[in-house]
């Protein structure tokens, strides 16, 4: 398959072949959304965050969209083709017939609203009530990708309802304790129930014919059941990480490399019933480095381990935070040739390098990396 950056051609079928064309968000009119039931069992109880809500600061917006732009430069200069969402008015109330609230969230973070599998994009159902219309910024690309591949698929999933029986009312306490948070996750009683199908797409990680999905706040088992459905040429396979107070996302948790390996967050291991997939299938599992920082940045609903929100470009080379040190130096170890690249001022509007980002073109196709079923 030949790629040119003029001729638009959506591909990709995991998270490390050849990159060459790629979404990147922006962090214009972020906003801190105002309090429901999935985001409040999100945010941490200790977080600067609990009870804020509304437009983020100015100087925030311009300092993350100055490391955004300048890690659109990185990868232009790489030859990698680069095209940004339109942000909406997001410090605008929005509603369903079932529901309303007082703000959305942004557009910074295209992997949690956009899946793309093969020549398929797919725009996620979401689970918060404040990323309901996340979609429309992506729109203006998706059309576009559409006009120009007449083998582009563009799919969305059933819009939830979000009505409160997709959230469990015991998570509504801000003081529940990470203990017994700790002890739910592992008992896999998270916030969302399986009233109807509900996922992220930055739940998802795509190895081939393989797909991996967090279960746990933001993806429910309904959700994995529908895109087992939707995906019927690849095997779904449901994962939950223990150790997680706040499981949402699996991109500060479990990252594959290349193909045989994967760093995995050493606080949120794979449980060993879940690991043995992946071994007998050659590929090894690394605890990841220990983050640089002790804590996040100012009001960033993320943990530190957004240092293992890593970005590959090709099986040898890939984009860490410029601060994380530790993290470099092991992907260093590791055969990488590593570019650092300065974003802790973008974190705070939805994540790390993977999460800013979202895929539209890697060369290479759908192999099957574990035959051994
Ligand atoms: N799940 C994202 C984080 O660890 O912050």
Redesign the pocket.
């Known amino acids: 398959m030949s790629w040119s950056p003029d001729k638009t051609k959506v591909n990709s079928w995991n998270e490390w072949d050849p990159l060459k064309h790629i979404i990147v968000g922006r962090a214009d009119g972020g906003c801190i959304p105002p309090p429901e039931p999935a985001l409040d069992a999100k945010v941490p109880e200790e977080s600067d965050m609990r009870g804020m809500f509304g437009p983020r600061p100015q100087h925030t917006v311009d300092a993350a969209n100055e490391q955004l732009d300048s890690f659109v430069s990185i990868l232009k200069k790489r030859g990698i083709r680069v095209d940004r969402p339109d942000p909406l008015d997001f410090n605008q109330p929005t509603a369903t017939p079932d529901w309303q609230t007082e703000t959305m969230f942004g557009c910074m973070p295209p992997r949690d609203v956009l899946l793309t599998i093969g020549s398929e994009i797919l725009e996620a159902t979401m689970s918060y009530r404040c990323r309901w219309f996340e979609y429309l910024c992506y729109r203006p690309l998706l059309q576009r990708f559409y006009n120009e591949d007449p083998a582009m698929r563009h799919e969305a999933a059933p819009k939830p309802r979000l009505t409160d029986a997709d959230y469990r009312s015991d998570y509504l306490s801000d003081r529940i304790g990470v203990e017994k948070r700790l002890q739910w996750t592992a008992d896999k009683f998270f916030v969302t129930t399986d009233e109807e199908p509900l996922f992220d797409a930055a739940d998802v990680l795509r190895m081939g014919r393989d797909l991996v999905v967090q279960h746990g706040f933001t993806t429910n088992l309904k959700g994995i059941d529908w895109l087992a459905r939707h995906f019927p040429d690849h095997r779904v396979r449901a994962v939950n990480f223990p150790g ?1 107070p ?8 479990f990252t594959p490399l290349r193909p045989g390996l994967i760093i995995n ?1 050493p606080q949120r291991r794979l449980p060993e019933e879940q690991r043995d997939y992946f071994l007998r299938n050659d590929w090894e599992i690394v605890d990841a480095a220990p983050p640089a920082h002790q804590i ?1 940045p100012p009001l960033c ?6 240092s293992m ?1 890593v970005l590959v470009l090709d099986p040898k080379t890939v984009c860490v935070e410029a601060s994380e040190v530790y993290q470099m130096e092991q992907l260093d170890k590791l055969g990488f040739e590593v570019i650092p690249v300065p974003f802790r001022d973008a974190y705070a509007f939805g ?1 790390g390098l993977h999460c800013a980002t979202g895929d539209v073109y890697r060369e290479g196709d759908c192999q099957d990396y574990f035959p051994k079923q």
């Open positions: 997680d706040y499981p949402i996302h699996i991109d500060a948790t967050n996040p609903y993320s943990s530190v381990w957004l929100n994540g």
